[in-house]
């Protein structure tokens, strides 16, 4: 089911402990080094070690883990229970935004631009280490009723203006898969994102965006991340900052 690009020659790199134990469970908002968005399906034989491994990233205190189920592979014999035609519609326009037409499952995009197989550890542990920090300041706070995100610092010089999203996403899901490739197995599902929502266009500088922490309920999510986010042509670009909480 995997339909994989070509694979860049193995090196000797730092191990996925070491970045965990450096990144430390406390990075504060503005320290993200990257945003990692899985694309993966129930269906798919080869998406449970993506899955697997998005638990670790998870839990990376420099990293903004995001998992979209996607419902191209329903037809094989199991409906993904978590699948959403919009998770898939936004893989499909990273491909074009991309212009490599490569939309396969399990598949990451790192920082709305390189992508990786989602299961190959060495080839994110790769594009990671490439990765500087994101240059634009986040800061996620939830008060009460209302969810406040500040956004502060400066678009690159051929972007006029990024996107904002509040995206909603749970806690970690098992869900009995009992039928299709993955019949008779468990699967835990981390980070699932449950609704994408822009909130507003940013024009460099401080700036703040609210969202009533009622419409998290509504999407049946424990957690809430915002993404700034630049477009081109309407299609998903270069990811900018990041938070979750």
């Not at 000797?12 to 503005?30: C, R």
């Not at 893989?91 to 935004?97: C, I």
């Not at 989602?118 to 986040?138: F, H, K, N, Y």
């Not at 006029?160 to 039928?179: G, L, N, Q, W």
Request: with cysteine; glycine share 8%.
């Amino acid at each position: 089911m995997i339909r994989s690009p070509m694979r860049a020659p193995r090196h000797v790199l730092l191990s996925l402990l070491l970045l965990l134990a450096a990144a430390g469970p406390g990075a504060q908002a503005g320290e993200q080094r990257a945003v990692v968005e899985l694309f993966t399906s129930q269906g798919c034989s080869s998406c449970p070690p993506a899955d697997k491994l998005m638990g670790e990233l998870s839990r990376r205190g420099d990293l903004v883990a995001l998992t979209y189920p996607v419902d191209y592979w329903d037809y094989l014999g199991w409906r993904d229970t978590l699948a959403s035609p919009g998770h898939s519609a936004r893989q499909r326009a990273y491909a074009e935004a991309r212009g490599d037409r490569a939309v396969y499952t399990p598949q990451v995009v790192i920082n709305g631009a390189r992508h990786v197989v989602g299961s190959d550890r060495e080839a994110i542990d790769r594009e990671l280490e490439r990765q500087a920090p994101l240059p634009v300041t986040v800061d996620l706070t939830r008060s009460g009723d209302l969810v406040e995100v500040r956004v502060d610092g400066a678009l690159p010089a051929d972007a006029k203006m990024a996107t904002v999203y509040f995206v909603f996403i749970s806690r970690p899901i098992e869900v009995e898969i009992d039928r299709g490739e993955n019949v008779g197995r468990q699967i835990t599902y981390h980070q699932v994102v449950r609704d994408i929502r822009a909130v507003g266009m940013w024009e460099g500088g401080p700036a703040v965006f609210r969202l009533p922490a009622s419409e998290m309920r509504k999407a049946k999510a424990g957690q809430c991340a915002v993404l700034v986010q630049v477009e081109e042509a309407g299609r998903p670009g270069a990811i900018l900052g990041a938070a979750i909480n």
